[in-house]
């Protein structure tokens, strides 16, 4: 490429760069949390016919993706789940395809008063973009889309195909992307421009979601002694699970992709509940837990890991024992990736 073609496609992307920070913010607005993503996906429709792409939107049918490699099960409705895919396609292909893929889903909000603005009504302060999903990713989507009008508005045309993809389940189970696949768009490269410490990344983790179901011995909590509580064990086993992650990074230290990157596992208890009231020691507790795994990293035999890893715990615990806990698998995504 020669200077003078860069700097007219720098000065595209400055041109067309109020429009694509207030294209950023109206998809910022729209609360696309898991089961919810639809308008968001209505959104990226529109804006590809406005840009006269070949619109592929579909609706997501589990049953045809449960036997491929990469598939990630997890506890939810799927009767909304949507992909879209818009696609450019040259007079003559003499080039290298391309996709480029971002996702519309976002994480739960927490605690909206620990929110200094709402978020969902992005605000821009001292160069920054706040709401939830700005960075992670809806900026980064935005931002593909306006490269290739910039492209289009420097006088160049892509010499191959190129598919526009947006979908679900990034967060969770990867389902979104694997629809894509099922669906038959391939290229010769794909590039996802999630912005992770503003850096190429070729490789990445991917997640193993479980919860742990453990029973006590209920009693009133004048007889605490006499029972067992379900809570109390179930941290008794988190802390083994927070050895396991301790010995996975050490595994972690011979990768070539993550031998220098610090603590790439991280397991996190992420959500607890137990107990029915409070002056009754707990018969039950169950906490959802996810933790990472590394290219490569046989899922199956991770999941034996963490199962021999509960069980020894429990095998070390009074009440335990004899009354071992269950291991049930909420969910897992094979974004583990490299090249």
């Keep these: 490429m020669t200077a003078e073609t860069q700097q007219r496609i720098l000065s595209a992307v400055d041109e067309g760069f109020d429009a694509q920070l207030a294209t950023t913010q109206a998809f910022v607005a729209i609360p696309s949390t898991r089961g919810a993503e639809g308008p968001c996906q209505d959104m990226i429709g529109d804006l590809l016919r406005e840009r006269r792409y070949e619109v592929d939107d579909w609706h997501i049918d589990l049953d ?6 990469g598939f990630g099960p997890i506890e939810h409705d799927f009767s909304k789940a949507r992909s879209v895919v818009g696609t450019y396609r040259p007079a003559t292909n003499s080039g290298k395809s391309l996709i480029l893929q971002g996702h519309c889903d976002v994480v739960p909000t927490g605690p909206l008063e620990m929110w200094e ?16 999903g700005a960075c992670d990713m809806k900026s980064g989507t935005i931002a593909a889309l306006y ?7 420097a006088g160049l045309k892509p010499t191959a195909r190129i598919h526009f993809q947006s979908v679900i389940e990034e967060e969770s189970t990867g389902v979104g992307a694997l629809s894509t696949l099922q669906r038959g768009y391939r290229a010769d490269a794909c590039f996802i421009p999630e912005p992770t410490n503003g850096k190429m990344i070729r490789s990445q983790v991917g997640v193993i979601w479980f919860r742990l179901k453990v029973r006590g011995f209920p009693v009133h909590v004048f007889e605490a002694g ?9 941290y008794h086993l988190v802390h083994a699970l927070e050895k396991l992650e301790i010995a996975w990074n050490e595994r972690a230290k011979a990768d070539r992709h993550f031998k220098d990157v610090n603590h790439p596992i991280n397991f996190n208890p992420g959500i607890i509940k137990g107990g029915d009231w409070a002056s009754s020691v707990p018969a039950w507790c169950d906490v959802d837990c996810r933790i990472a795994v590394l290219p490569g990293w046989s899922i199956a035999e991770c999941q034996k890991e963490i199962l021999a890893c509960v069980s020894a715990a429990a ?5 335990l024992s004899n009354n071992p806990p269950q291991v049930e698998w909420s969910g897992s995504c094979r974004k583990a990736t490299s090249w």
């Design 147 to 153: 490269a290739l009008d910039a492209i289009k508005k």
């Design 117 to 132: 603005t709402p978020p969902f009504s992005p605000v821009i302060k001292d160069g920054r973009m706040y709401g939830r």
């Design 64 to 69: 045809e993706l449960r036997d491929l490699r």
């Design 226 to 234: 006499a029972g067992s509580n379900a809570i109390m064990a179930a």
């Design 315 to 319: 095998r070390d615990h009074r009440f």
